[in-house]
């Protein structure tokens, strides 16, 4: 379902079908959001990048394992993965597609490559899909699940805030973050619970 939304998605892009929306929702929250907001912004951007997601990913898969195995050191390297993967992903889509960034306003902070989808959405989500995941057998599930999608929309929000990114991209980001880390985690969950099992019993 998911990978047929973000192909749906992704042919509306490519044939101009979102840019009305697009630009009615970027211009009304650079008229209403406050001009102060801009640090925040800043700070959820650079936690929201890989630079900001490596150190992360790499705290949370080390303390908070699922299972007191061999995995728990697996679990750094599949994080590390899924992100690596995750940016791999993003890059190609967006030489695929080629679209340009919004130029409704003077942006602050420009970039210089393509626009959809967006890195940060995508990066971030898989990132947090893979947190989750290994949060959920822990007592620890809930608050990593709320802290976890707050911090999804503050990263997908503060992309557009900046006006270097449509909802589109952040849309599509993160239907493609979760499509690349369920393909993941579907793949190694068989592995990593037997080895758990063994390691219980």
Do not use: N
């Not at 080390?62 to 940016?87: E, K, M, N, V």
């Amino acid at each position: 379902m998911l990978l047929g939304a973000a192909g749906v998605l992704t042919m509306m892009v490519c044939l101009y079908r979102t840019d009305p929306v697009d630009h009615a929702i970027l211009l009304t929250l650079h008229t209403l959001a406050p001009s102060s907001l801009h640090p925040l912004a800043l700070l959820f951007t650079v936690l929201g990048g890989l630079g900001g997601m490596i150190p992360l990913t790499g705290i949370i898969a080390w303390s908070a394992p699922r299972c007191r195995s061999p995995w728990r050191h697996q679990d750094f390297w599949i994080i590390l993965a899924l992100t690596f993967g995750a940016y791999g992903l993003s890059t190609l889509i967006k030489l695929l597609v080629h679209r340009a960034r919004p130029q409704l306003w003077k942006v602050l902070t420009p970039e210089t490559d393509f626009s959809y989808p967006s890195g940060h959405a995508l990066i971030s989500l898989t990132v947090i899909t893979a947190c989750i995941w290994l949060a959920w057998p822990t007592k620890w599930r809930r608050v990593v699940l709320v802290a976890g999608a707050c911090f999804l929309v503050l990263v997908g929000l503060s992309r557009l805030y900046l006006g270097v990114h449509y909802p589109s991209d952040v849309l599509g980001g993160w239907l493609m973050g979760a499509e690349w880390a369920g393909a993941v985690l579907l793949i190694v969950r068989p592995g990593r619970e037997a080895s758990c099992g063994r390691h219980r019993a």
